[in-house]
């Protein structure tokens, strides 16, 4: 039988009816495949195994045939292509249970996928967005927040700009057409709040942890 974690949603992605007056401009999610590379690291991942399987093979070329060596260095080869697939199925799994809303009031992410949590951003909590774009279209929104609310980097985490602890920033991750959907972002916010995005350098991410609604 079929059965849909998130059916309790009267709007998929959100917690409750939007008020009288305000619309859905954008649903989406993060690219499992743009999150696997991007946020989880696979290649490095891979890359890692890669020098474990060749300096096994080689130190093992030292004292054994080479069928010998190529066997024992195959240990890292293995090892390697689970780690990367868990990588894949964790990227997936995030991917499946996200949703990024974009509303002409506000800015909700329904991430989480073992403990799924909602976070709200009306624009006028907003100070900034940064973009960060890779090359095939998908890229990440980082939302600079305003106030003192700090955000926990660890709960929201991989929907957060990398390496930014002390004021972590929530993000909508490795989204398709990332650029399209800032300038929409920007737009629908521009009657409650001068909100500016611009393009972050190649190195920015996010993170957060649960606010009031609105």
Do not use: N
């Amino acid at each position: 039988m079929d059965h849909d974690d998130f059916d309790q949603e009267p709007i998929r992605g959100l917690p409750r009816m939007l008020p009288d007056g305000e619309r859905i401009l954008w649903q989406g999610a993060p690219s499992a495949r743009a999150l696997a590379r991007d946020a989880l690291r696979w290649r490095w991942v891979a890359g890692y195994f890669a020098v474990l399987f060749l300096w096994s093979f080689v130190a093992g070329m030292a004292t054994d045939s080479a069928a010998a060596a190529l066997g024992r260095a195959s240990f890292y080869a293995a090892a390697g292509a689970v780690a990367c697939a868990l990588l894949f199925a964790v990227a997936w799994a995030q991917a499946r249970a996200t949703v990024y809303t974009i509303t002409t009031r506000r800015v909700v992410m329904r991430i989480g996928a073992a403990l799924t949590m909602t976070l709200q951003f009306p624009y006028r909590w907003i100070g900034a967005a940064d973009l960060q774009l890779a090359g095939d279209g998908t890229g990440t929104i980082a939302l600079r927040t305003l106030g003192d609310t700090r955000f926990s980097y660890l709960m929201t985490w991989p929907h957060a700009r990398p390496w930014r602890f002390r004021k972590t920033q929530p993000a909508l991750r490795c989204i398709p057409d990332a650029a399209a959907v800032a300038r929409l972002m920007a737009e629908a916010a521009a009657g409650e709040t001068a909100l500016t995005v611009t393009e972050a350098p190649a190195r920015a991410p996010v993170a957060a942890q649960p606010m009031p609604a609105e």
